[in-house]
């Protein structure tokens, strides 16, 4: 599964991208205003950053507008996805992206069949937003399975990129279900590498290894 981090905060993930387990980044119009700062020199910045894909989200509600945003956020670096709203407009700007050969990452998807039309037009991700779905009384995972499942009957190459991630436990749901990437808010990427057992079993080894007194160099 790839790992993709949902922040616009270039600092913070500096930090996380020094692990070497980052594959992409996502971001959007409400966390690009949370960080505060341009949006273009900001996601240049994060190109440069991470080389996997980098969505950056058009504003524009039509299609040409959009198209003329894409043209703007693509010439930023060769690792830019569109990130395009599920609305007719959005599935028009993201089949002629797609046919150009443009990266497209339809986002604020919250059904299966909205999914079907994404992949239809081409996207090569689909962002299923599991925590606004839970928050809303909905079964978000039981998207997430849906699509996989529908992707799967038609071989649709589409790539299932989980979304508005709360919990770690959405993490290991989404990779049971089939989805081929997660974006995680930096706190769940941060957390899902931590575990009680492993910070008192180590702490362990270590006061045994010290009554030794050897050393392995
Ligand atoms: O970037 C899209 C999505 O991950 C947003 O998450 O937490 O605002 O529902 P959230």
Redesign the pocket.
């Known amino acids: 599964m790839h790992i993709f981090i949902?922040t616009a905060d270039v600092a913070e993930l500096d930090s996380l991208a020094e692990t070497g387990l980052v594959d992409g980044v996502?971001?959007?119009p409400?966390?690009i205003a949370k960080a505060g700062k341009a949006i273009l020199p900001t996601l240049k910045e994060i190109c440069a950053l991470v080389p996997g894909p980098v969505?950056g989200?058009v504003v524009a509600v039509n299609s040409a507008d959009m198209l003329k945003e894409a043209e703007v956020l693509s010439a930023l670096a060769p690792n830019i996805v569109i990130?395009l709203p599920l609305t007719m407009e959005g599935l028009k700007a993201c089949k002629a992206l797609s046919e150009r050969g443009v990266k497209t990452n339809v986002?604020?998807c919250f059904s299966a069949v909205q999914a079907l039309m994404a992949a239809k037009a081409g996207a090569t991700f689909i962002?299923p937003?599991i925590?606004?779905l839970d928050?809303n009384g909905q079964d978000g995972m039981g998207l997430i399975r849906e699509i996989r499942e529908i992707y799967d009957n038609y071989g649709f190459e589409t790539q299932i990129l989980a979304?508005?991630?709360?919990t770690t436990g959405h993490v290991r749901d989404a990779a049971l279900a089939g989805a081929d990437c997660a974006?995680i808010?930096p706190a769940i990427f941060k957390a899902l590498y931590k575990h009680v057992l492993t910070d008192l079993g180590l702490e362990a080894f270590l006061k045994d290894w010290a009554a030794t007194g050897q050393s392995i160099t």
């Open positions: 949902d996502t971001t959007n409400s966390l969505s989200e990130k986002t604020l962002s937003f925590g606004r928050d979304a508005s991630i709360r974006t808010p």
